[in-house]
């Protein structure tokens, strides 16, 4: 045959180009992977016609998707891992429940009065929920989240400083020289991991406040917030009873002592208030 004669009788007996490729590219068992490219390519054009239904289809995707591992993360943590500190099996939570109130609750009075009566409990503290906001008034000023904690706080749930030291009872009053632990997140970002800050004084909202502390990397609150600053709640003053009293809300915690159950420590307190719940 004439080699012009001996090409086309090849291709008859061949096929076509594309036909070749897509008889090779069986062969190669990845279809479903260049299936998935073929559809990535015809959705990219179809977006890039249409950028309006673009931005919108990506917007719902963001949104799906971080509402998604957001409420993972709070299952995870709640239901799936242990509580972030030493011997969390004797940490409760104590308090009465009010329809205003998602939380169980204590009033400051009530605190007081519970934390003096008790006996089934090792350490009892309390922080005010909701915390404050505070600003880091010095070069660069910063808005910041601070926690409003009792200094029984730590030691009740078995918590050291990295660095420093807890507050003390008498920096835990009203109107006593200001004191504040910092988060890890805030001494490496702020601070640039210097170990020396403890002892120093920053300017929190206009007033000079001691670092007495830096708080551990994994540290947590017990509601999973990420704080940046805890202060004393300097709670004195804020526990009196009377018509003109500030009727201050608190959420308790407490570790039990070795050998009590929840069921004996609800028993004890009954006579308070019988109204009062305990959760681990």
């Not at 190669?28 to 919108?56: E, M, N």
């Amino acid at each position: 045959m004439k080699p012009e004669e001996a090409r086309y009788a090849a291709r008859r007996e061949f096929g076509g180009v594309e036909q070749a490729k897509e008889l090779y590219r069986d062969q190669r068992s990845v279809r479903t992977l260049d299936a998935l490219l073929q559809d990535l390519r015809f959705a990219l054009r179809g977006l890039r016609k249409r950028p309006g239904f673009a931005v919108i289809a990506i917007l719902t995707l963001a949104l799906g998707i971080g509402s998604t591992t957001a409420v993972f993360s709070v299952i995870d943590r709640i239901l799936f891992r242990s509580l972030p500190y030493p011997h969390d099996d004797r940490l409760v939570s104590f308090g009465d429940q009010a329809p205003f109130e998602a939380n169980e609750f204590v009033l400051g009075p009530d605190y007081v009065d519970w934390e003096k009566a008790q006996t089934s409990f090792a350490s009892v503290t309390s922080f005010v929920p909701g915390g404050a906001n505070c600003d880091l008034t010095e070069k660069n000023p910063v808005r910041l989240k601070c926690a409003l904690v009792e200094s029984t706080f730590l030691p009740t749930f078995e918590i050291q400083p990295l660095l420093g030291r807890n507050f003390t009872s008498d920096e835990d009053r009203p109107n006593a020289p200001r004191a504040a632990l910092i988060s890890y997140g805030l001494w490496r970002s702020r601070f640039a991991s210097d170990r020396s800050l403890p002892g120093r004084a920053i300017s929190l909202d206009g007033k000079p406040t001691v670092v007495v502390g830096v708080l551990p990397e994994q540290f947590k609150m017990p509601n999973l917030g990420h704080d940046d600053i805890l202060v004393p709640a300097a709670l004195d003053g804020s526990t009196d009873r009377g018509p003109n009293a500030r009727q201050i809300i608190l959420r308790a915690f407490a570790r039990l002592k070795p050998g009590i159950t929840i069921k004996q420590a609800a028993a004890a307190m009954e006579p308070l208030s019988p109204q009062a719940i305990f959760l681990r």
